[in-house]
Nanobody, 124 residues
C-alpha cells in the first residue's frame, strides 16, 4: 500500500500563489502516474492535473491551464502543484492521487491511492 501525504495548503489572496507537495511512502512512486484533484464545498471531486511516471507528459483541467503547473521529483518521491494567479473559485480541499499504471489519467476511478487532502482557501 502506498501512503500519500499532502502539504502546503493554506490561505492566499486572489492573484497569489501556493505550492502544494505530496510525499509518497516508497520508491515505487517513480513508476506511478500522479494526479491532483480537488473538492469544493458541496461539489464533486474534480480533476486538476496529472503527470506521467517520467514527467514526460502533463495534463490540466481547462479551469487551471496556464495558471497551475504539476511536476515531480522521483528522487524525493514527491509530486508538486504550483498554483499561480489564484482565484476564489480555486478554494477546495486538494487531494494527491497515485495510479499504479504509469500513464496519466483524468478519471478519479483510475487512481489507486489517495492522500488525506490539504485545504486551499483563496480570498477575494
Amino acid at each position: 500500500q502506498v501512503q500519500l501525504v499532502e502539504s502546503g495548503g493554506g490561505l492566499a489572496q486572489a492573484g497569489g500563489s501556493l505550492r502544494l507537495s505530496c510525499a509518497a511512502s516508497d520508491r515505487t512512486f517513480s513508476s506511478y502516474a500522479m494526479g491532483w484533484f480537488r473538492q469544493a464545498p458541496g461539489k464533486e471531486r474534480e480533476f486538476v492535473a496529472a503527470i506521467s511516471w517520467s514527467g514526460g507528459h502533463t495534463y490540466y483541467a481547462d479551469s487551471v491551464k496556464g495558471r497551475f503547473t504539476i511536476s515531480r521529483d522521483n528522487a524525493k518521491n514527491t509530486v508538486y502543484l504550483q498554483m499561480n494567479s489564484l482565484k476564489p473559485e480555486d478554494t477546495a480541499v486538494y487531494y494527491c492521487a497515485a495510479r499504479s499504471l504509469g500513464t496519466s489519467s483524468l478519471y478519479l476511478d483510475d487512481y489507486d491511492y489517495w492522500g488525506q487532502g490539504t485545504q486551499v482557501t483563496v480570498s477575494s
